[in-house]
């Protein structure tokens, strides 16, 4: 196969290897043309105002007219520089071609090169963007008060944000180059560069997170294009912030610079890393909050891109680094980092007898700060208020302590009564407690922690008790005017069942089991409806200690003494002057307590029937919202269970009531 010195235009590979964007001076107006690169023949150039179109994604080129086109065949490798149509140029293998239609495929520097044999240095790195260039160097990147974590999302909240602020210098070049290729293959390769670097970071946080996460803290910086001949290459740099671990640091700042040169060679099959750099820190002395190992990087990764394919990648990143044990000593310590990569991506460019390859070529990290002291834990809280022991408390005290810290560091505290944590991270000796019962002995400890997260132990546990308050009794027992309470029945499901009994002085429990020559029927069923208003009576800051509901009559218990009851929820509003089984029964519910009715040794007891429903304090307000519904026990063969009084009884002693026995606080 005959080849071509194509002078006129630079190799692909060369331009992918070069770590920057311009040159020590300005980009030169005519080609640069280097020496030792053979093309093959079926290379063909394309001019930009022949591409009418190009779609990466098919690969589809649309040419002006079927004249540019002619002399394209498939197997062809076409180069173009950068237009608006194609702003990254083009390199593409022809797939066929149909009048101004070509489609195309992705190709490689394998395709278009044949040998070549070149070497250069001093390439230097420069911003499209001229603003982002600085006094000394030619990147000068702030970045201030950026947000990498935001607990809650709303970034006008702060205290649960983690945020960087600092700025970043520098400069880059490729510093030596060579590319020695035959038909065989890469022979080999060499690839250094500089970095010089000024980085100042400061990390500030009022929340304690654990994070592991990539943050970009720009958007990607386009460089200068660098041209050669008719080929550019287009390198981009990212700058991001790599976080690792628990943040817990109010203010952590260091700065860094340093000058660092690393490269890799390639030859007999074999990679070769090297690296020299000079760096220094500098420091503030970190605030810390809580136990936490954390590290936080800014990186600088550049990306060597011709043609849309990625040749080689470098990254250099300055860090810290904090190991924080307020059990340990030192108590904490700050570490400053560099660490630097070069990978080379040749398989890419089509030279598959070499791997792809990326090594760390650079790993420094030095203790440059540390806890001169020991962190001690605060002292045990002292003289507790209310006193230890004491009694007679009120239901609202004002607990109150005595504590400090022997490092002097600012103290918070958690406030545990009865074993319950109540409060946590107060700044203050004193916390109000509200709403306790009466006459109860209650417990309490204070646990103080230091600013650093180291809490004390073996605190005191105190105990006081509450008074007894002042006793009330209160017996809630309407009349007709007032009185809100009915019996509902149904008989088979439709005998009496749109019956209202709201007039009648008395009260009717029926639960019957009905046959019919020996055959079961039905039921016959009853329940008594009954409401009191409760919360008007009642003081609001009564503690109730008592409830019992009274029912005056004649219970009929059948071989049982004493005989089981249900009382039920009702969920809607119902008056005795309307309700029947038909509207009302629907709001009756399952049963919310049952239980035994006294009294004692009588078959048919007439009198008064008491439920003691202390345990279920929840009633009182069922019974004040919508009312209660009670049931007996089923019976076979007694249709009548129960007779009581109602509020429309003459006997104004004898009606239904309700005592409800309290301490008010």
Not at 127 to 153: C, E, M, R, W
Not at 380 to 407: E, F, G, Q, R, Y
């Amino acid at each position: 196969m005959s080849k071509n010195k194509f002078l006129r235009a630079a190799t692909l590979a060369t331009a992918l290897c070069f770590n920057g964007c311009g040159s020590d001076t300005t980009t030169p107006t005519t080609p640069i043309i280097p020496e030792g690169v053979v093309f093959e023949d079926q290379v063909r150039q394309l001019y930009e105002e022949s591409i009418m179109a190009y779609n990466p994604t098919t690969g589809q080129i649309t040419f002006e007219s079927p004249e540019d086109t002619q002399y394209l065949q498939p197997g062809n490798i076409l180069l173009a520089d950068p237009s608006p149509n194609s702003p990254n140029g083009l390199l593409r293998k022809v797939n066929s071609v149909q009048n101004n239609i070509v489609t195309t495929s992705p190709a490689t520097l394998n395709d278009a090169i044949e040998t070549c044999n070149l070497e250069t240095d001093n390439i230097r790195l420069t911003p499209a963007d001229k603003s982002l260039a600085g006094v000394g160097f030619d990147f000068d990147i702030p970045f201030t008060n950026v947000v990498l974590h935001d607990q809650d999302g709303n970034l006008g909240t702060t205290d649960d944000q983690v945020r960087l602020t600092g700025n970043l210098a520098f400069n880059s070049k490729v510093t030596d180059f060579k590319l020695e290729v035959s038909q065989s293959g890469v022979q080999e390769f060499n690839f250094q560069t500089n970095t010089t670097e000024n980085l100042s970071l400061t990390l500030s946080s009022d929340a304690t997170t654990n994070l592991s996460r990539v943050y970009q803290l720009c958007p990607d910086i386009h460089c200068t294009p660098f041209f050669l001949g008719s080929l550019v290459i287009k390198p981009t740099i990212e700058i991001n912030a790599k976080i690792n671990g628990g943040i817990s640091i109010s203010d952590a700042y260091v700065s860094q610079t340093a000058n660092l040169t690393a490269g890799i060679h390639y030859s007999n099959r074999t990679w070769t890393p090297s690296s020299t750099f000079t760096n220094d820190f500098t420091y503030q002395t970190p605030s810390f909050s809580e136990n936490a190992s954390a590290r936080v990087e800014v990186e600088i990764k550049t990306n060597l891109l011709a043609y849309d394919i990625l040749g080689f990648t470098s990254g250099v990143g300055g860090y810290l680094r904090t190991e924080v044990n307020p059990t340990q000593t030192p108590w904490w310590k700050l570490y400053g980092g560099l660490e630097a990569y070069l990978g080379a991506k040749l398989q890419l460019m089509g030279w598959l007898d070499i791997a792809d390859y990326s090594t760390g070529v650079v790993s420094l990290e030095e203790l440059i700060a540390q806890a001169s002291t020991t962190n001690h834990a605060p002292n045990n809280a002292t003289n507790p208020s209310p006193t230890n022991n004491s009694t007679n408390a009120s239901v609202n005290p004002l607990l109150n302590w005595d504590c400090s810290d022997p490092d002097g560091d600012s103290i918070t505290y958690d406030v545990f009564l009865d074993s319950q944590l109540v409060a946590d991270d107060i700044v203050d000796s004193q916390f109000q407690l509200s709403g306790l019962q009466t006459n109860r002995q209650y417990h309490w400890m204070i646990q103080a922690k230091d600013s650093h997260g180291l809490s004390n132990t073996n605190n005191a546990t105190w105990n006081f008790t509450t008074s007894q308050g002042t006793p009330g009794n209160l017996v809630i027992q309407p009349g007709p005017t007032d009185g809100n309470d009915t019996y509902i029945r149904t008989r088979l499901n439709t005998q009496y069942s749109n019956e209202n009994h709201g007039e009648e002085t008395e009260l009717k429990l029926i639960h019957d089991r009905l046959y019919v020559g020996g055959e079961y029927v039905g039921r016959d069923l009853s329940r008594i409806l009954l409401q009191f208003d409760v919360y008007p009576r009642l003081p609001t800051n009564a503690e109730v200690s008592s409830i019992k509901i009274s029912l005056y009559g004649q219970y009929y218990t059948p071989g049982l003494d004493p005989a089981n009851s249900f009382f039920h929820k009702m969920n809607h509003t119902w008056s005795e002057s309307v309700a029947t089984w038909n509207n009302s029964a629907s709001y009756i519910e399952s049963p919310v307590l049952s239980g035994d009715i006294p009294p004692e040794g009588s078959q048919y007891h007439s009198g008064w029937h008491t439920w003691d429903i202390s345990n279920y304090p929840e009633t009182l307000s069922l019974m004040d919202q919508y009312g209660i519904a009670l049931q007996g026990i089923e019976f076979e063969g007694f249709e009548l269970i129960g007779t009581f009084y109602s509020s429309e009884n003459p006997d104004t002693e004898h009606r239904p009531k309700l005592e409800i026995q309290y301490n008010v606080k």
